[in-house]
């Protein structure tokens, strides 16, 4: 998808782009295509210990709450021009990652 493609598309239309449908012997589920824990970093002295991207004090809460609010992914680089497409693909995988996680604890 083309940069200029992201100001128009919908955050649903992002995550569909973003990541991949893998078949699952149990079920369909949405797989990451990446590795972000080069990405996503813990730090306890930096933001609380939330996860940040690439040690920065951007966190993962920050870009997913922009990513809600109706922000483009071209808006998002924009205003932070330290971060890049993959970052926010990792912020995305770590977020599905997460609920994978609580699921399975859950069941």
Same mark, same amino acid.
């Given at each position: ?5 992201? &100001?128009?598309?919908? @955050?649903?239309?992002? *995550? ?6 893998m078949?699952?012997?149990? #079920? ?10 080069? *990405?996503?970093?813990?730090? @306890?002295? &930096?933001?609380?210990? &939330? ?5 920065l004090?951007i ?16 808006? *998002?680089?924009?205003? +932070? @021009? ?7 693909r990792?912020?995305?995988? +770590?977020? #599905? ?8 604890r859950?069941?």
């Amino acid at each position: 998808m083309p940069p200029e493609a992201y &100001k128009m598309a919908h @955050p649903r239309d992002l *995550i569909g782009h973003l990541v991949t449908r893998m078949p699952d012997r149990h #079920a369909d589920r949405y797989t990451s295509l990446m590795d972000y824990r080069a *990405i996503i970093t813990i730090e @306890p002295d &930096k933001r609380g210990g &939330k996860p940040c991207i690439r040690g920065l004090r951007i966190t993962v809460y920050d870009v997913l709450d922009y990513l809600a609010s109706g922000m483009s992914v071209a808006e *998002i680089l924009t205003d +932070f @021009p330290d971060l890049t497409e993959e970052d926010i693909r990792a912020c995305l995988a +770590f977020a #599905a990652d997460r609920e994978r996680r609580l699921m399975s604890r859950s069941a």
